[in-house]
């Protein structure tokens, strides 16, 4: 059985199938296809508007560690041990893992140090037995005072600020930093005897 739409003129074309027969046209089903993808781009896009709009209400608050830390009293510093060529007596690295510093126990003064490479930022690590700092990612070398000797660091390990409460306790802040040659000048180190 073949179909064949009548024109209104009366011309036969055969193939065609007749829209009034119960079927869509193609052209009506291109038309009705963009009009539910128009529609939906539409909704999408204002439910899109209107879940920013909501979010925008609320702000997106970013929680901070505190910056001080109580590393323990002067007691525990306390040592009669000889320093090395550099002045340091030793260094604490178990503040490096969570807090990202060493403290320094020099003769007369203890200290922080940042655990923060000059160069490029990366985390130097303590080697005891070397007496030294490495910097594991370009090869950067300081004395056990963070002087740097060897490597592309520019400068010293800086320092943080270091402090002794009314209690006693050695407060660090690690917000406060300070290049070798300020900690020098405003005695950024408590001095101990």
């Not at 003064?109 to 990366?122: D, E, N, Q, V």
């Not at 010293?156 to 209690?167: M, Q, Y």
Request: with cysteine; net charge neutral; charged share 20%.
């Amino acid at each position: 059985m073949s179909s064949h739409v009548t024109t209104s003129e009366g011309v036969s074309l055969p193939g065609r199938k007749d829209a009034s027969a119960g079927g869509l046209s193609r052209r009506e089903f291109l038309g009705k296809g963009l009009a539910v993808a128009g529609w939906g781009v539409m909704f999408a896009s204002l439910g899109a508007g209107l879940y920013q709009g909501i979010r925008f209400l609320y702000p997106a608050v970013v929680f901070h560690p505190p910056s001080t830390y109580v590393i323990g009293q002067l007691k525990d510093f306390v040592t009669d041990e000889r320093p090395d060529q550099y002045g340091v007596i030793f260094v604490d690295p178990k503040f490096k893992k969570d807090h990202r510093f060493f403290v320094v126990r020099e003769a007369g003064r203890i200290y922080s140090l940042f655990a923060r490479c000059t160069h490029l930022g990366c985390t130097v690590n303590w080697f005891e037995e070397l007496n030294i700092f490495k910097c594991p990612c370009h090869g950067s070398e300081f004395h056990s005072n963070g002087v740097e000797f060897a490597g592309p660091a520019p400068r010293p390990l800086d320092r943080h600020h270091i402090t002794v409460d009314n209690s006693g306790n050695i407060i660090v802040d690690t917000a406060r930093v300070y290049s070798k040659d300020e900690f020098e000048e405003q005695k950024i180190f408590i001095e101990v005897g």
